[in-house]
Nanobody, 120 residues
Framework: QVQLVEAGGGVVQPGGSLRLSCAAS????????RGWYRQAPGKQRELVAT???????SYADSVKGRFTISRDNAKNMLYLQMNSLKPPDTAVYYC??????????????WGQGTQVIVSS
């Protein structure tokens, strides 16, 4: 069984920073694309950033220059460094990964989400 567990959310003032982490565990053979998504109240889930197994990254226009996605392949960890946070960044942030298991199956997995609130 594969699991993704996020951590690092919280309440921060505008202009502040947070670092989210996502730990993948289970019968993992390889992790391909990984990413962070977010969902604000009353809105659809949106892509924030992705990173390939080779390290190529992409970002939503709204977070470019402020957020940085990174991964530690040896530890099956994913990170999202969020700087210069703004109230519109308030959302539940979800970790996502396309994972191949030891059993030869490939699936699209999600974490349970971590709440980020940007407020003065």
């Amino acid at each position: 069984q594969v699991q993704l567990v996020e951590a690092g959310g919280g309440v921060v003032q505008p202009g502040g920073s947070l670092r989210l982490s996502c730990a993948a565990s289970g019968n993992i053979r390889s992790i391909m694309v990984r990413g962070w998504y977010r969902q604000a109240p009353g809105k659809q889930r949106e892509l924030v950033a992705t990173i390939s197994s080779g390290g190529s990254t992409s970002y939503a226009d709204s977070v470019k220059g402020r957020f940085t996605i990174s991964r530690d392949n040896a530890k099956n960890m994913l990170y999202l460094q969020m700087n210069s946070l703004k109230p519109p960044d308030t959302a539940v942030y979800y970790c996502n990964a396309i994972i191949s298991t030891d059993w030869g199956e490939q699936g699209n997995y999600w974490g349970q989400g971590t709440q980020v609130i940007v407020s003065s």
